[in-house]
């Protein structure tokens, strides 16, 4: 707890008010030729926080530094913060993906589940992650990260080491919501977080690392199943059994490891943030790209165990080693797009690269004809899994979008909601009679794809529009009138990102 109040106390939170998680801070004030700033990256210099910001002895105008110095208290927030918040979503993705590891040690006959059953469970797991968004962004808010965080790994690490003893269909089911119900809300919740320390300018990449831990915990679980999994036998029991006990216990351990190293952070949210955010045209746009967006890769990736032993693979050792090379694939596309989207302050061009990358290889499977080219399938396969991720890239724009802290914390907790409704979707897109091929679902994925493709250009015209529109006015104000509306703090509070000197980045 120790260092992150060290670095909470450093001249790094006056970079994150609630205005600005912005852009680098140099201290050269707030009027620029005697004139007003306009767009986000200023209005941290001219506009101080609300009186109910929790930061807001914090902030400091004048306050100067150098780069050096800048880049010291990056280099100790991404030890101490982004570290502890990659530990824990190492623990998410190990608890929450070990069932696909399962599925290559004989899971589904052991228990006499089907895949449609298979699917059934992935939704329960889903709609109760869902259902839990919300509450603990709330709870969050309220009692702080502190707090409701670590008691959300224990909770979820707990029901993944008990899943170890379930023999039928209704307990494959009620693990599946217990575990969605304890893992619902942990995302969102992190990434807020994470907004208090970044500038926006860092937030985007810092993010890309935290959804690498994603695949970094595909590849660490894959090894770990790989040796876990050939427990077979032992006591009796499968090695399914193991894996879910031996990886659960762990989560439980490092919960109580990080619940150490979190300080605490609270400003409830309310109803009335709820509707402001849920009415905010220029959201709509990035949270449908959050429902469709991520689709096409989801059934590929989610079946890839699968996939490979239709395609003839039937070792279970040799199946998760088969599950790597995607993974890693996609810590490399994503890193290096989100990178780019940094160094050019863009990001729709980025995420339709991203988005296009998926849709010809999902038509060559398509073409593909059937019988055979087993080894042609799986480098499809593996490629489309290991896509670039452009998800920490549309998390970080909605951040940048919204104006204020509350608002920001109700974003993200409905874009990753409609993410998640997204991944319910997908996961319903790849049917049992479809199989090994699959090739209705993955017609239907191009589609989707291609609607994505539109919805990015679209979003893209609108807030170019938005942008013109407030220009437009702000250049009929004469001087007097643009102080005067910065001053003006009941208008600030209730104008947020529409405010006429607030810009809109695409």
């Known amino acids: 707890m120790g260092k992150i109040d060290d670095i909470e106390n450093h001249a790094k939170a006056s970079l994150a008010t609630t205005l600005d998680r912005g852009d680098s801070h140099d201290g050269k004030g707030s009027l620029k030729n005697g004139e007003p700033p306009v767009g986000r990256s ?6 101080p926080p609300d009186d109910g910001y929790e930061g807001k002895h914090r902030w400091d105008p004048l306050a100067t530094w150098t780069p050096e110095e800048e880049k010291a208290v990056i280099r100790k927030t991404d030890i101490w913060l982004l570290s502890w918040l990659c530990v824990m979503f190492f623990g998410l993705q190990l608890d929450r993906g070990n069932l696909a590891n399962a599925l290559a040690d004989q899971f589904l006959d052991d228990l006499k589940l089907s895949r449609d059953e298979l699917n059934n469970g992935n939704t329960i797991q889903l709609v ?46 009620v693990t599946r919501a217990l575990i969605g119900a304890c893992e619902g809300g942990f995302i969102p919740g992190a990434i807020l977080y994470a907004t208090y320390f970044y500038t926006s300018s860092e937030l985007s990449t810092r993010l890309a690392v935290f959804w690498s831990t994603l695949n970094v915990a595909r590849v ?13 036998g032992i006591g009796g029991h499968p090695g399914w059994f193991w894996l879910f006990l031996l990886e659960g216990l762990l989560t439980v351990l490092l919960a109580f490891i990080v619940s150490a190293g979190l300080t605490l952070i609270n400003e409830p ?83 339709l690269f991203g988005e296009f990358w ?22 499809l396969v593996t490629l489309i899994s290991g896509y670039p991720y452009f998800h920490p890239i549309v998390t970080s724009w ?109």
């Open 42 to 47: 200023e209005l941290s210099d001219a506009i």
């Open 269 to 351: 949210a309310t109803w009335r943030d709820m509707k402001a955010t849920w009415t905010d045209r220029s959201l709509w746009g990035l949270f449908f790209i959050g429902l469709i967006a991520y689709i096409p890769a989801t059934p590929v990736q989610g079946y890839l165990t699968l996939t490979l032993r239709d395609l003839g693979f039937t070792n279970s050792f040799d199946i998760n080693m088969l599950t790597i090379p995607s993974a890693v694939l996609q810590i490399i596309t994503m890193l290096i797009l989100a990178r780019s989207s940094k160094y050019f302050n863009e990001r729709t061009f980025h995420c």
């Open 398 to 506: 909605i951040s940048e979008n919204t104006f204020d802290v509350k608002k920001r914390a109700i974003a993200a907790a409905t874009y990753n909601v409609i993410v998640q409704v997204g991944s319910l979707i997908g996961s319903q897109i790849y049917r049992d009679y479809q199989k090994p091929y699959y090739k209705i679902g993955n017609t239907t994925l191009v589609s989707i794809s291609a609607l994505a493709l539109v919805t990015f250009v679209v979003q893209r015209v609108v807030l170019v529009r938005l942008n013109k529109k407030k220009e437009e006015q702000w250049d009929r104000m004469s001087r007097e009138e643009r102080l005067a509306y910065q001053n003006d703090v009941a208008a600030r509070e209730l104008d947020g990102n529409k405010r006429l000197d607030f810009r809109f980045v695409y």
């Open 220 to 232: 660490i679980s894959a090894l770990l199943a790989a040796g876990i999994l050939k427990m077979r």
């Open 128 to 173: 109760a992650f869902l259902t839990a968004e919300f509450p603990i962004q709330f709870l969050t808010k309220r009692y702080g990260f502190r707090y409701v965080l670590p008691g959300m790994m224990f909770a979820w690490g707990t029901v993944s080491w008990a899943q170890a003893w379930i023999h039928d269909r209704a307990g494959f089911y």
């Open 358 to 379: 998926v849709m010809p290889l999902i038509i060559a499977l398509i073409t593909l004809p059937d019988g055979g080219r087993e080894w042609g399938r799986y480098s």
